[in-house]
T-cell receptor, first 114, second 112 residues
Framework: NAGVTQTPKFRILKIGQSMTLQCTQD?????MYWYRQDPGMGLKLIYY???????DKGEVPNGYNVSRSTTEDFPLRLELAAPSQTSVYFC?????????????FGDGTRLSIL | KNQVEQSPQSLIILEGKNCTLQ??????????LRWYKQDTGRGPVSLTI?????NTKSNGRYTATLDADTKQSSLHITASQLSDSASYIC???????????FGSGTKLNVKP
């Protein structure tokens, strides 16, 4: 049972570099989410998608972009990395939105911007 | 302002003891309340989900309660084990589309 798979697990970037965080789910879920988790803080929503071809901004979208060309994949793009983007990034998927279905999370990508 | 507050921030207990974690929220309109367990270096894993009409729900040694009138929830862990050492996150969802409000978590350390 793969569930939600995130790659890479760790990455160090230099300021101004770009990268794509990959997220794949094999549960045929329509809803997918990207969160960031900073130390001592609750998860904050960056972007979400309710199906292939449909994405929308969350609470902290600045500096990030997403695309959803298939049900399975939901990559997160960082352009011009900044130290403030140092964080742990989690991808999640669910059958429904705020319905009574759990979100399934990947194990995260730990990103440091130096 | 929609908020989720958890207490305590951290807790140390001895193996075999019980403990209770608290979650207070001001989210409206309320849809459901979730408890997640997050092991170090891993993503959160769902423990329970409770709707407005449910006031208790169990998952093994984990029992969650919900008082929708006072907007409080608790997670009770019975006969703690070393593997219970983790962060426990309370999440409240609102009926606005895709709105989840995350608490900052309670970090539990179970010692032998």
């Amino acid at each position: 049972n793969a569930g939600v798979t995130q790659t890479p697990k760790f990455r160090i970037l230099k300021i101004g570099q770009s990268m794509t965080l990959q997220c794949t789910q094999d549960m045929n879920h329509n809803y997918m989410y990207w969160y960031r988790q900073d130390p001592g803080m609750g998860l904050k929503l960056i972007y979400y998608s309710v199906g292939a071809g449909i994405t929308d901004k969350g609470e902290v979208p600045n500096g990030y972009n997403v695309s959803r060309s298939t049900t399975e994949d939901f990559p997160l793009r960082l352009e011009l990395a900044a130290p403030s983007q140092t964080s742990v990034y989690f991808c999640a998927s669910s059958e429904g939105g705020v319905s009574n279905q759990p979100q399934h999370f990947g194990d995260g990508t730990r990103l440091s911007i130096l | 302002k929609n908020q989720v507050e958890q207490s305590p921030q951290s807790l140390i207990i001895l193996e075999g003891k019980n403990c209770t974690l608290q979650c207070n929220y001001t989210v409206s309109p309320f849809s459901n309340l979730r408890w997640y367990k997050q092991d170090t270096g891993r993503g959160p894993v769902s423990l329970t989900i409770m709707t407005f009409s449910e006031n208790t729900k169990s998952n093994g040694r984990y029992t969650a309660t919900l008082d929708a009138d006072t907007k409080q929830s608790s997670l009770h862990i019975t006969a703690s084990q070393l593997s219970d050492s983790a962060s426990y996150i309370c999440v409240v969802s609102a009926n606005n589309f895709n709105k989840f409000y995350f608490g900052s978590g309670t970090k539990l350390n179970v010692k032998p």
